[in-house]
């Protein structure tokens, strides 16, 4: 496994802070809005995949819901156009994919896993989830 550079983690936080611009005044207004957490990409790690190249592979906690999320390793590499739909194959099986605008500068692919986080007490509790979650992805399925 590589280790992700500094400037994909800044991409990461970009991410991050792109989904709080675009998502939170929304967010406040659902039921299930949890006020102990914030937007973080988590447990990212790059995946090289045939019909993809090389891609950071990772979780986005919001306040809300928690997303298996896939963007490619290069900045520079096309992002998906906004609506798209693809299957990935992961170690833990395929995961449907769709593509997502988080504002005017970022995209990305993403699948919802959980819509509702308002059980959880902290960030802490919101990481540890994101790093059962991409342990269950990353291993293979028996």
Not at 2 to 30: F, G, M, S, V
Not at 40 to 50: H, K, M, Y
Not at 53 to 76: D, K
Not at 118 to 125: F, G, I, M, V
Request: with cysteine; proline share 8%; net charge neutral.
């Amino acid at each position: 496994m590589h280790a992700l550079t500094p400037e994909q983690y800044a991409r990461l936080r970009r991410l991050a802070e792109a989904w709080t611009a675009a998502y939170l005044r929304e967010a406040k207004t659902q039921p299930t809005f949890n006020p102990r957490l914030a937007a973080d990409a988590l447990c990212f790690q790059r995946v090289s995949l045939p019909d993809h190249g090389e891609q950071l592979v990772g979780a986005l906690v919001t306040p809300v819901s928690l997303w298996l999320v896939m963007l490619p390793a290069a900045e520079q590499a096309p992002c998906p156009e906004p609506g798209r739909r693809c299957r990935v194959s992961l170690p833990a099986g395929d995961f449907p994919l769709e593509a997502v605008a988080l504002g005017d500068t970022e995209r990305c692919w993403r699948l919802v896993l959980l819509d509702d986080l308002a059980d959880l007490e902290s960030r802490q509790a919101a990481s540890r989830l994101a790093q059962r979650l991409m342990e269950r992805v990353m291993t293979p399925a028996r």
